[in-house]
């Protein structure tokens, strides 16, 4: 964008759930006879699952750049119905030379799983601004791991500005479930600073 972009309240750059679908991606999460699911990684580790005793349903790994993240979210675990894992959130990239104002929200989460399966990992959010601003919400968190599924590990956020004045939330949070999903990542970085 050449100038500057708002993102009014109520309004918002929606990635939610468009990575990687149920059982598939980089940190996909491992699933125990496709019905009991690990939750998905990204920025941070997918939760395990509660499977039976001497049997796995891992979470999923981390990939992807803390500083210039492009990498969409993985699927948790599952992929016999009822049991599916969430989809993964997407990739946002926006550059705004002049001040992107946020009141609304930028979101690129996970999404829960259903029966047992794990929760998707975040996505990314890559932003870079001449100045920063608003009060709304910018969040990759992770998905719900349902019934014995593994939270979704958080996504991965990265910022640059020339100046910033925002006064929003900034997320990249696992999901819960079974056991939470590891927390992602958050770089923000001011162009005067080496």
């Known amino acids: 964008v050449t100038g500057n972009a708002t993102i009014q309240a109520g309004g918002g750059i929606i990635a939610d759930g468009m990575g990687y679908a149920s059982g598939s991606g980089t940190g996909v999460g491992g699933s125990y006879s496709g019905s009991i699911g690990g939750g998905g990684g990204h920025g941070g580790n997918g939760a395990g699952g509660g499977a039976p005793a001497g049997y796995s349903a891992y979470g999923g790994n981390t990939y992807g750049s803390v500083t210039a993240p492009t990498e969409i979210g993985s699927g948790g675990g599952g992929t016999y119905s009822p049991t599916f894992g969430g989809a993964g959130g997407g990739a946002i990239h926006l550059s705004v030379t002049g001040t992107l104002e946020v009141d609304g929200r930028i979101s690129a989460r996970g999404l829960a799983g259903a029966g047992s399966g794990g929760g998707g990992s975040g996505g990314s959010i890559y932003l870079t601004a001449g100045t920063l601003s608003g009060a709304g ?46 927390a992602g990542t958050i770089y923000t970085k001011g162009n005067s600073q080496n």
């Open 137 to 182: 919400a910018i969040a990759a968190n992770g998905g719900t791991g349902t019934g014995l599924g593994g939270g979704g590990g958080g996504g991965r956020i990265a910022i640059t500005y020339t100046a910033n004045t925002f006064s929003g939330l900034m997320s990249t949070y696992g999901g819960g479930g079974y056991a939470w999903g590891g």
